[in-house]
């Protein structure tokens, strides 16, 4: 299966030393992409879902240009983007 | 002997280091990537320095650094209630002790790290009080904010909650009590106002050499008890306002206290007059003095958090404070006089100090 490019906001891999901000996964759902991230830097997963469970509220993960939630499925070769949403003062 | 100033703020830790005349200071940070710190604070037996915060994206964690803030990593792994219940949403204050990290996080939940923050447990006798479910959060929501420890006895714990109010155990965290008769809640209808719980505890402070010595600021009076918070007594007489949020015990002399009250819960919470001032009782609280002396004596219309003053190990004394404005003031004579030591950071949540 071709595997799903993931690109990472740079807020996020700054948190994990060494982490690339683009990631070829084999997956087929956005919750087995967190799975993959998780076991190459450890803690990652904390950081984009809580334990509802569920992407964190200002977190925003896009698969094929439409905002996704974990169960989604990922076609191979499928485009993720993991952005930060608008949030702050 | 260097001296430490620990700064938790809205956008990172800042560190604050003099030596032990603590006339020049050096201001290094931000760090922890800019993350919203509620406390940072240490543990002085490693020389550890910890941050806990909860960042809008990224969630809670707590930030941990072994050399000083030179670097950090973060960890919250097993900082989470059980899968489906409502996520912690906020690392809210850390305590070192007894070779233990304890982590109180916003819903109210106790954690403790026995790995120096590297994974946390969470201590669940605290979900069983028979009042948790009618527990209501504060104004800055249901938050674990304040813990205190016995030195001499690691099963022996006070925790703050807000709106809840003061809860003990003394059997290491298996089966914890309210604490909080004689503290008032003013918010309440009148012939209600001695609750068994939901007081709005601000912040706790243990005297040094009497584990049962507890002076606290509530958001309805200050307040001393010497029988390990089993009753409290009212020490506001003579003070400006019954309203502040940190309270500051002396590192040697159990009598010597400091509070910072501000004019007043719906009236701007600021210092009264516009007027920075430092109350210092050196009786327990039956007595009280202003120290102002180099404190902004005009416009100064800042608040200083629950957790924002603290005093250093050093003798005379050290006392410091940081206020919402971005300033830190520091006194290094137990709080006659005072000088700013850095200003314009982002608004300052809590203040610690590290002594080495």
Redesign the interface.
């Known amino acids: 299966m071709k595997p799903a490019l993931v690109r990472l906001p740079l807020?996020?891999t700054?948190?994990f030393p060494g982490a690339d901000r683009i990631v070829e996964i084999e997956a087929e759902t956005v919750a087995e992409v967190i799975d993959a991230l998780e076991a190459r830097w450890?803690?990652m997963r904390?950081?984009?879902t809580?334990?509802?469970?569920a992407i964190?509220r200002?977190?925003n993960i896009f698969v094929a240009g439409r905002r996704a939630r974990l169960d989604t499925a990922l076609q191979p070769g499928a485009d993720v983007y993991v952005l930060?949403?608008v949030?702050?003062g | 002997m260097d001296v430490r100033v620990l700064v938790g703020s809205k956008k990172g830790a800042f560190i604050l280091e003099s030596d032990s005349a603590r006339r020049d200071w050096r201001v290094q940070g931000p760090f922890c990537e800019h993350w919203p710190l509620t406390h940072v604070g240490a543990d002085p037996s490693t020389q550890t320095i910890y941050a806990a915060g909860g960042n809008a994206w990224f969630g809670p964690a707590v930030w941990k650094s072994s050399d000083f803030g030179a670097s950090w990593s973060h960890s919250s792994a097993g900082l989470a209630f059980p899968q489906g219940e409502t996520p912690v949403q906020c690392a809210w204050v850390v305590h070192a002790a007894h070779g233990r990290l304890y982590v109180g996080v916003e819903p109210a939940g106790l954690f403790v790290s026995d790995d120096g923050g590297a994974s946390f447990r969470e201590i669940e006798g605290l979900r069983r009080p028979p009042t948790r479910p009618q527990w209501q959060p504060g104004g800055a929501g249901l938050i674990l904010h304040s813990i205190v420890s016995d030195p001499a006895d690691p099963r022996r714990l006070w925790v703050g909650i807000s709106a809840v109010g003061v809860f003990y155990t003394e059997d290491g965290g298996e089966t914890w009590s309210p604490r909080n008769t004689g503290t008032r809640c003013d918010f309440l209808p009148e012939g209600e106002r001695y609750p068994e719980f939901g007081q709005c505890v601000h912040n706790i402070a243990m005297a040094p050499g009497h584990s049962n010595r507890l002076y606290q600021q509530n958001h309805c009076g200050m307040y001393r008890s010497d029988d390990g918070g089993l009753s409290w007594n009212s020490i506001e007489a003579g003070l400006p306002s019954s309203f502040g949020f940190p309270v500051a015990a002396h590192p040697r002399d159990a009598e010597t206290l400091f509070f910072l009250p501000l004019n007043g819960a719906d009236q701007g919470r600021y210092p009264p007059e516009g007027r920075a001032a430092v109350w210092r009782s050196r009786d327990g609280g039956a007595h009280w003095a202003d120290r102002r002396a180099g404190l902004p004596q005009n416009g100064a219309y800042f608040g200083v958090m629950r957790q924002a003053m603290a005093t250093d190990a050093l003798d005379p004394a050290g006392v410091y404070f940081g206020a919402s404005n971005g300033s830190v003031y520091g006194s290094r004579d137990e709080g006659e006089s005072w000088t700013c030591l850095a200003r314009d950071l982002p608004a300052i949540s809590s203040i610690e100090t590290l002594t080495t």
């Open positions: 807020l996020l700054a948190l450890p803690g904390d950081r984009l809580d334990t509802s469970p964190r200002h977190i930060t949403a949030s702050g």
